[in-house]
C-alpha cells in the first residue's frame, strides 16, 4: 500500500541553512535476493531502526554531505514525505544523521557473514510451498 502523499511541489526547492533532503527510503515490502517478500516492518517494534537516503538537496550551510550521497539516517528522525517534481521527498536533521557512504547501501537482510550467529547453507531452501 502506497502511503498518502498531500503536498505536491514542482520546480525548485533549497533546504533552508544545513538542512538535507534525501529520497529513496525504503519503507515497504523488501525482496531479497532468493525471492523471498518481507513485509513492510514500518510501525511494528521492530521496525524502529535507522534508514538510508539518498541526498537530492542540501541547504547552502551544510558542510558534511553532498548531493548524490547516501545517508544513514536516526530512526523516525525524518519528515512525512511530499511531492518533489514526482519523487517522494524527506527532509531530515542534519544531527540525526549517523553516517555517509558514497555508494548505494547494501541494506539485503538475512545474509549471513563471517560474524554472525546464523549458518549459511548451500544449494536451495524451502519455506513452506516456495524453494529458493
Do not use: C
Not at 45 to 61: K, M
Request: proline share 4%.
Amino acid at each position: 500500500m502506497k502511503s498518502m502523499i498531500h503536498t505536491r511541489v514542482n520546480g525548485n526547492f533549497k533546504p533552508l541553512r544545513d538542512g538535507i533532503a534525501v529520497a529513496e527510503m525504503e519503507f515497504g515490502e523488501t525482496r531479497t535476493e532468493g525471492g523471498l517478500i518481507i513485509a513492510s516492518s514500518d510501525g511494528k517494534a521492530h521496525g524502529i531502526h535507522a534508514r538510508w537516503g539518498q541526498v537530492t538537496h542540501i541547504g547552502p550551510e551544510q558542510l558534511d554531505v553532498n548531493v548524490g550521497q547516501w545517508v544513514l539516517v536516526a530512526h523516525g528522525r525524518w519528515s512525512r514525505g511530499f511531492e518533489l517534481n514526482d519523487v517522494t521527498t524527506r527532509t531530515v536533521d542534519p544531527k540525526d544523521v549517523l553516517g555517509i557512504q558514497d555508494e548505494k547501501p547494501n541494506t539485503e537482510i538475512f545474509k549471513p557473514g563471517t560474524a554472525h550467529q546464523t549458518r549459511g547453507y548451500e544449494g536451495k531452501v524451502s519455506v513452506g510451498k516456495l524453494e529458493v
